[in-house]
């Protein structure tokens, strides 16, 4: 039972049973003093009357100084609870609760003390691995040849910028993405079955095979060495593919920007681990999310509004990969509103060039492959993508997730649930907003700090994202339509 019903049964029944208490001595009082039983009715109208209404004024004064006050401080405490950053608890002056709340600030303050000593004693703890994970890092980075990992269903795990180089950039290299959406797949099968054979002969073991493999459009032929990867049960969980190109020199060089560019995100072991689960059980913190934002010449597609811009940032395993990225302005051949300039800032000059949506629509298809889509409000981002996908050839049929419903799912007494409001709630830094990219950054940061608040309730796979998701629209349906940007 919450709290405002608890408080308003205990009141009213207070008020009940005292006005029955009242009415029952004033009856006989006046039955053994000879009062007419029409002049004792009107005596205990008036009494219950009296009562009720200092019922009624006694709850006004609990719902204030008590009842508010406790509902606004376990709101507090949730969001300490599944955010906790140091900050003092919003409480308004004048309640009943003591030093309750004082209190509770104490307590906070010393528990984020053991997290903060606690997390010393792991990162002490931690150094060494994370002080080899920086050599790796290092080596990879330096390493001319290029070096991709797989687990055995083809996806990547760890990728180094040679290889990206070697590639030319392709849109389909990505964490948790399919090796053979770059790559020729026949001569890696063929070797890694010789690979298998050549571990379960009784010669001695060939750890390495060489291969010559061609890209998908074959413009591009690797020399390229491949070996298994074991486990320390000796069982094979994956690969390690390096390559160079056949041809001496066709490699573009590294400029010395690039070569000295932060490294990304471009690793993740624990994709070795098979899903082995359908999409509605699959764990939402074991999936790979597109987080994406457009802009557009306004806000009606059906109306004749054309995209400008598609930004868009890789979320894996609840990590966002700052390295792996797409942003395209498009030209949206026709003009642009000076209203939505004042928004977006894209003038006709910037699009001047720029591919249609039928051109940039399938590089953002390629970038994007098979990952749930994630948007803030991605109702609006689908209609501009959909508008266009069938003159594109390409079909956005991919899963998708609204950050806003989930939001106001987990936040349901917030009374603004627009990113930029989400956003400064949890922390989020927003720098860029009003630019595809931006928006779809602070989304993405926005995006893995939910994905841990609604694992705390419980809200952990895909499937309960997706009921959840639907319970919301209806009720956010079933009132004034309308979000704050």
């Known amino acids: 039972m919450q709290p405002r019903t608890l408080v308003l049964a205990v009141v009213g029944g207070l ?4 006005a029955a208490v009242a009415t029952a001595a004033i009856l006989a009082v006046a039955h053994a003093a000879g009062v007419p039983p029409a002049q004792a009715g009107l005596h205990v109208s008036v009494v219950a009357g009296g009562g009720l209404l200092a019922g009624a004024a006694g709850w006004l004064l609990l719902r204030a100084k008590l009842v508010l006050p406790l509902e606004a401080l376990t709101r507090e405490l949730r969001l300490l609870k599944d955010n906790p950053q140091p900050r003092a608890l919003d409480l308004a002056g004048g309640h009943a609760l003591g030093t309750l709340p004082a209190d509770i600030d104490g307590l906070f303050g010393k528990l984020q003390t053991s997290r903060e000593v606690t997390a010393a004693a ?11 994970r920086s050599r790796l890092e290092a080596i990879l980075v330096d390493l001319a040849e290029g070096v991709v990992v797989c687990n055995l269903d083809h996806r990547i795990l760890l990728y180094n910028q040679a290889a990206r180089r070697l590639l030319h950039r392709p849109a389909g290299l990505g964490l948790d993405r399919p090796l053979f959406g770059v790559l020729a797949e026949e001569p890696i099968r063929q070797t890694l079955e010789m690979l298998r054979r050549s571990a379960s002969d009784a010669s001695p073991v060939l750890r390495i095979h060489r291969c010559v493999v061609p890209t998908l459009d074959a413009d591009i032929w690797l020399k390229a060495r491949l070996g298994l990867v074991h486990e320390p049960s000796g069982e094979v969980s994956g690969y390690v593919l390096t390559f160079t190109e056949t041809a001496e020199g066709t490699a573009p ?3 010395p920007i690039e070569r000295i560019a932060p490294r990304p995100e471009f690793y993740d072991f624990d994709l070795f681990k098979p899903a082995g689960t359908s999409l509605a059980d699959t764990p939402l913190r074991k999936m790979a999310f597109v987080v994406f934002d457009t802009e557009t010449t306004g806000l009606d597609p059906d109306g004749g509004d054309e995209l400008l811009s598609i930004g868009a940032v890789r979320v894996v ?11 395209q302005l498009i030209d949206p051949g026709r003009t642009i509103p000076p209203a939505s300039i004042k928004f977006h800032g894209i003038t006709a000059d910037m699009v001047a060039g720029q ?6 629509l399938p590089r953002f298809k390629a970038f994007a492959d098979d990952a749930v889509l994630v948007a803030y409000n991605i109702a609006f981002d689908m209609a501009f993508l959909t508008k266009r996908e069938a003159e594109a050839g390409v079909a956005f049929d991919n899963p ?5 419903l989930l939001a106001a799912h987990v936040f349901p007494d917030q009374p603004d649930h627009s990113l930029s409001a989400m956003a400064h709630r949890l922390g989020v830094d927003v720098k860029g907003r009003h630019t595809a990219l931006g928006d779809a950054v ?3 940061r926005l995006w893995v700090k939910l994905l841990n608040m609604m694992e705390m309730r419980g809200l952990a796979t895909f499937g309960q994202a997706v009921e959840i998701s639907q319970r919301m629209m209806k009720q956010r349906q079933a009132q004034t339509p309308g979000v704050g940007w």
């Open 400 to 404: 998708v997730l609204d950050a806003l």
């Open 442 to 444: 602070a989304t993405a």
């Open 122 to 132: 792991i990162a002490a703890a931690t150094k060494r691995a994370e002080e080899q």
């Open 15 to 18: 008020s009940v049973a005292g």
């Open 317 to 327: 395993n609840g990590r966002l990969l700052t390295g792996e990225t797409f942003e």
């Open 253 to 255: 060089a590294a400029s």
């Open 355 to 360: 591919p249609a949506a039928r051109e940039a």
